[in-house]
């Protein structure tokens, strides 16, 4: 079992950057592939940037090259860097786990889910 806290969302300025928090508790997030996704009004939850065990990452290509997924091993917590952020970015942003020997990008394969956090972007 993990337990999930996001922190970090806002109302930013187009152009502006924001960095998300995943604080990690009952486990150390370095045994799970961990993931950020987010969910638009409307939408479905989509993949915004993951991260296995071994380092390797994956970014949406929404989001490639303004997004940064890094983890904090000695404090537990997970990060997403947010750059250049566009009103499209608009959502609210879950952090999640999953029990994964490989690089996961889609929700059901994910086990355990932060509450979320909101982002808003204006123009």
């Known amino acids: 079992q993990v337990q999930l806290v996001e922190s970090g969302g806002g109302l930013v300025q187009a152009g502006g950057s924001l960095r998300l928090s995943c604080a990690a508790s009952g486990r150390s997030l370095s045994s799970f592939v961990m993931g950020w996704f987010r969910q638009a009004p409307g939408k479905e939850r989509v993949s915004v940037a993951a991260l296995s065990r071994s380092g390797a990452t994956y970014y949406a290509d929404s989001v490639k090259g303004r997004f940064t997924i890094s983890r904090d091993n000695a404090n537990n917590t997970l990060y997403l860097q947010m750059n250049s952020l566009k009103p499209e970015d608009t959502a609210v942003y879950y952090c999640?786990?999953?029990?994964?020997?490989?690089?996961?990008?889609?929700?059901?394969?994910?086990?355990?889910w932060g509450q979320g956090t909101q982002v808003t972007v204006s123009s």
């Open positions: 999640a786990a999953a029990n994964a020997a490989a690089l996961r990008t889609m929700a059901r394969y994910y086990d355990y």
